[in-house]
């Protein structure tokens, strides 16, 4: 199911800060950007390291496309030209961090809003190379509140389905006002699932009127996740 290898990273004599550990995987996802490929690019803290990193290599790719308003924004700002994903048809890799990993490559998405760009993003490209510090990696999935990117007139349907099924929807805020996604739509996150069929759990949430996107990457699973540890980053394979 998953296979693990060292990198060369030298072991640090005092434990990493999660800063440090998100600045070396961010370093080692440059290894698995492919030159002259368009590179799909994640969002949050861990990936504007690797963004930081990617501008190092910025003339070996063409570019990149981006998941989120705020990704685009650090990318330009580097000088890497950013397209639109119905502008490139393909992308070899694709790149991202997670709130939790579980063993088969599964993962909880969406914890910055930007899952519904994410899996867009991600289904463009050939490999999904994962990006997180080992506090994300999770036996199963649902200790992280499951962000679920909804429509807003829905909104009050759906936190009784999730109810039915045993968790807690919270419509997130930005202040005291629903936070809007760049999609124009509202998140929920719901507390207490336990989600040990990750690829069914998808399927069926994803057909629920009104929710645009559910942030279990089942479908869209990573293919490796670069794990930052004490002992330096980790490379898990899931087959
Ligand atoms: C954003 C995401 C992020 O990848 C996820 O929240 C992890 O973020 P961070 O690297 O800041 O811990 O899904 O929507």
Not at 123 to 139: G, N, T, W, Y
Not at 206 to 217: A, K, R
């Amino acid at each position: 199911m998953v296979s693990m290898s060292n990198s060369s990273s030298t072991p640090s004599p005092r434990a990493l800060t999660q800063d440090e550990l998100k600045t070396l995987v961010g370093q080692a996802a440059l290894e698995y950007v492919v030159p002259g490929e368009w590179v799909g690019v994640g969002t949050g803290s861990t990936v504007n390291k690797f963004i930081e990193a990617l501008g190092s290599i910025r003339h070996k790719i063409p570019g990149a496309v981006s998941s989120s308003l705020a990704s685009t924004e650090r990318l330009r700002a580097l000088g890497i030209e950013v397209r639109e994903a119905n502008e490139v048809d393909w992308l070899a890799v694709y790149i991202d961090g997670a709130d939790e990993i579980d063993p088969r490559g599964c993962m909880i998405k969406g914890g910055g809003a930007a899952l519904t760009r994410e899996k867009i993003v991600a289904a463009q490209a050939e490999r999904f190379i994962c990006i997180a510090d080992a506090s994300k990696q999770v036996p199963v999935l649902g200790k992280f509140p499951l962000p679920v990117e909804v429509i807003p007139m829905a909104t009050t349907r759906i936190i009784s389905q999730f109810a039915a099924m045993g968790g807690r929807a919270v419509l997130r805020m930005a202040g005291d006002k629903p936070l809007v996604t760049d999609n124009g739509q509202h998140l929920l996150d719901v507390h207490g699932l336990k989600i040990d069929k990750p690829l069914g759990f998808e399927s069926l949430i994803s057909q629920w009127p009104g929710v645009v996107t559910v942030g279990v990457f089942a479908f869209q699973r990573a293919n490796i996740c670069l794990l930052g540890t004490d002992a330096g980053v980790q490379t898990l394979r899931f087959d």
